[in-house]
């Protein structure tokens, strides 16, 4: 199994290029079910997930011309030669969950594999289901499978969601371009990649109004055609390294970076004193720490537009090292604190109530052996090794390669000291 070596201390200067969103370009290629014309997808990052969802639509009967290492992925969903999403693909990567949406919508019927549980917690699609029901599907859930029908098409309804869920209001919405009649989401989530979503659909010759806000309506129409859509850039992938330059300290701009979409997480870098121009229209973010303290800093993550869980892990490196004590409440999933541990190897004094871990900032890190439990965790542990002193070694680094599109390569760029090591190297 690959691992990083990282050497730490070194401060970072130069540009790093944000890659497509994962979480966007998932949603987008299974949007491509809708329509038996080609769709086409630009800036698409070459991650372990997308390169996994193209080979489970391959599975399905699309045509998928995406050549390595490639940022334009074509599909055409022409003729599909199966509705079954099995447990294999679906178990792996719980995004692949969001085809039965789609082939539900187009073919009235699909059998799609329950995603289940993983590291950061139970996660149900209790509303996933829920939503189609209310569209007319019936759904039987047996041996692990969902399988769902709807033999007269899906109808448009009026669904109000218990609490936000990104994955729901995404697979909703998918549905119901193609139902018959209007559906109204209500308390759908407000994320950056709903919204891209939205405008590939719309692109595709759906109806869909209201995405961004909590209120997103759906004229359904008979049938949608072919499109080519632009990947939105990565937030996560840019707040993440903005954490890597408040860490290691330095001077990084990041380009194509989706500025609007990352408010939340540059106040909490203000606030932590680290230096953020932002530049909307030239799509630039400049990052600058240059030896002053890290000011300690509570956060609450929250859906958009509040702090993103998926930047929690990353945030509470950076607190390690900050003057005085923050305290981080993740309020999204239930057990998504498995990096503190790991934190702590490095010498950071973490401890975790219930949702509330309390970060004691120390003067220093110090490189140690640590493990990646998953993927926004892996990345927090890069963070801490970055501005660390010595050598840290992360194991399990393929949670790394779902949604870090060339990390080593980025971060090498910019003056870090990170090497892969293959265990035929060694
Ligand atoms: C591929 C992708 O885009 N993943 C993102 C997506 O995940 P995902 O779409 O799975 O996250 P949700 O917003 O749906 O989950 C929010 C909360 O709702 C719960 N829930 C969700 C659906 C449901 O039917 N029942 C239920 O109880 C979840 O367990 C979780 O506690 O949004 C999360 C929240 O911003 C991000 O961390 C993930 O990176
Ligand atoms: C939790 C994440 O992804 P997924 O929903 O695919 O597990 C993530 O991107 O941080």
Redesign the pocket.
């Known amino acids: 199994m690959d691992r990083l070596k990282i050497s730490g201390g070194k401060p970072l200067s130069g540009t790093i290029p944000i890659s497509g969103a994962?979480?966007?370009a998932?949603?987008l290629m299974a949007a491509a079910l809708l329509t038996p014309e080609p769709v086409t997808l630009t800036n698409m990052p070459n991650l372990a997930?997308t390169r996994f969802l193209s080979q489970l639509l391959s599975t399905l009967g699309v045509e998928v011309y995406w050549p390595k290492g490639d940022a334009t992925c074509h599909l055409n969903a022409a003729e599909l030669t199966s509705t079954i999403a099995p447990y294999e693909q679906v178990r792996k990567m719980?995004?692949s969950f969001?085809v039965l949406g789609p082939l539900l919508a187009r073919y009235g019927h699909a059998t799609v594999s329950l995603p289940g549980g993983c590291a950061?917690?139970?996660?149900?699609?209790?509303?996933?289901?829920?939503a189609f029901e209310a569209m007319g599907a019936d759904l039987l859930v047996e041996q692990g499978y969902v399988k769902a029908a709807a033999i007269h098409g899906l109808k448009g309804a009026h669904i109000v969601f218990p609490?936000?869920?990104?994955?729901?209001?995404?697979h909703a919405m998918l549905a119901a371009t193609l139902a018959n009649g209007e559906t109204v989401l209500e308390n759908a989530?407000r994320?950056p990649?709903i919204a891209d979503l939205a405008d590939c659909l719309n692109s595709m010759g759906a109806k869909v109004s209201g995405a961004g806000t909590a209120t997103i309506t759906i004229e359904g129409v008979e049938k949608l055609h072919g499109t080519t859509h632009d990947v939105m850039a990565d937030r996560?992938e840019a707040g993440t390294y903005a954490m890597v330059v408040a860490a290691a300290g330095g001077d990084v701009t990041l380009t194509n970076a989706p500025v609007a979409a990352l408010s939340a997480v540059n106040h909490a870098l203000r606030n932590a004193g680290i230096i953020v121009d932002a530049d909307k229209d030239a799509r630039t973010l400049r990052i600058q720490r240059n030896g002053s303290k890290l000011n300690a800093v509570n956060i609450d993550t929250a859906?958009?537009p509040g702090f993103?869980?998926?930047m929690q892990a990353q945030f509470m490196a950076l607190m390690s090292l900050a003057d005085g004590t923050s305290i981080i409440r993740e309020n999204?999933?239930?057990n998504r604190f498995m990096h503190a541990p790991e934190l702590s190897r490095l010498g950071a004094n973490i401890s975790v109530r219930g949702h509330e871990a309390i970060v004691k900032g120390v003067d220093a890190l110090k490189g140690a052996p640590v493990m990646a439990t998953d993927?926004?965790a892996s990345v927090s542990l890069v963070i801490a090794a970055l501005a660390a002193q010595g050598e840290t070694e992360v194991s399990r680094i393929y949670h790394l390669d779902r949604g870090f599109e060339r990390l080593e390569q980025k971060l090498t760029a910019v003056g870090a000291d990170v090497r892969r090591v293959s265990a035929e190297e060694e």
């Open positions: 994962k979480n966007s998932l949603k997930d719980r995004a969001n950061i917690g139970a996660r149900p699609v209790d509303l996933h289901l829920k609490f936000v869920s990104v994955g729901a209001t995404e989530a994320e990649e996560i859906p958009h993103p869980t998926d999204i999933f239930e993927l926004r």
